[in-house]
Nanobody, 121 residues
């Protein structure tokens, strides 16, 4: 089994910054892409940012230039640096990882339980 644990959420004023972390542990052979998604009340979960095992990145248009995703493969950890936060960034942020648990297994999606980010105006 694989577990993802997020940390770093909290309450911040508009214009402030937060850094989210997500550590993957368990039966991990390799991790392909890792990413962050978010879900605001009454809305669908949406992609925020993703980073591949080769460090290619992709961002939602709404966060480009403000958020930065990075990963530490040695620690099975992905980070999300969030700057210039806006009230509309308020959501539960979920970590996602596409993990292979053995050399002959295809990657499966694993999710963390989420961490709340609240941006006050």
């Amino acid at each position: 089994q694989v577990q993802l644990v997020e940390s770093g959420g909290g309450l911040v004023q508009a214009g402030g910054s937060l850094r989210l972390s997500c550590v993957a542990s368990g039966s991990i052979f390799s991790i392909n892409a890792m990413g962050w998604y978010r879900q605001a009340p009454g809305k669908q979960r949406e992609l925020v940012a993703v980073i591949t095992s080769g460090d290619s990145t992709n961002y939602a248009d709404s966060v480009k230039g403000r958020f930065t995703i990075a990963r530490d493969n040695a620690k099975n950890t992905v980070y999300l640096q969030m700057n210039s936060l806006k009230p509309e960034d308020t959501a539960v942020y979920y970590c996602n990882a596409k993990v292979r648990t053995a050399w002959n297994m295809r990657p499966y999606d694993y999710w963390g339980l989420g961490t709340q980010v609240t941006v006050s105006s």
